[in-house]
């Protein structure tokens, strides 16, 4: 399994920007696929998850309203589409997917199996 992320960059606080992860290696009907994101000298935190199989889709309090978590079944991708940009946004931005999360432990990292590389979002006030 292959996770790519891209799409992170420098932009301006109120900016929008919209992150992608291309999925590969197998198919991904029994998977959640989610964004995380880790800031300097902080813990890796949930950003927004989506269950491949019927899109729904879970976000972090911090972030409810202003992203939206979306999936290209045929393209394999997820996609994290994020508005309204703060300064507190700026982190190193990872994809992950999991197929033994359930709506408990979604927001867990350890229940993830695979992670993309993370893509730098840096947002300036």
């Known amino acids: 399994v292959q996770l790519q992320a891209f799409g992170g960059g420098l932009v301006r606080a109120g900016d929008s920007l919209r992150l992608s992860c291309a999925a590969s290696?197998?198919?991904?009907?029994?998977?959640?696929l989610s964004w995380f994101r880790q800031a300097p000298g902080k813990e890796r935190e949930f950003v927004a998850a989506?269950?491949?199989?019927?899109?729904?889709?879970y976000y972090a309090d911090s972030v409810k309203g202003r992203f939206t978590i979306s999936r290209d079944t045929d393209a394999n991708t997820v996609y994290l589409q994020m508005n309204s940009l703060t300064p507190e946004d700026t982190a190193v931005y990872f994809c992950?997917?999991?197929?033994?999360?359930?709506?408990?432990?979604?927001?867990?990292?350890?229940?993830?199996?695979?992670w993309g590389q993370g893509t730098q979002l840096t947002v300036s006030s």
């Open positions: 992950a997917a999991s197929r033994r999360a359930i709506v408990s432990t979604i927001r867990i990292s350890q229940f993830y199996d695979y």
């Open positions: 290696g197998r198919t991904f009907s029994n998977d959640i």
């Open positions: 989506i269950r491949w199989s019927g899109g729904y889709t």
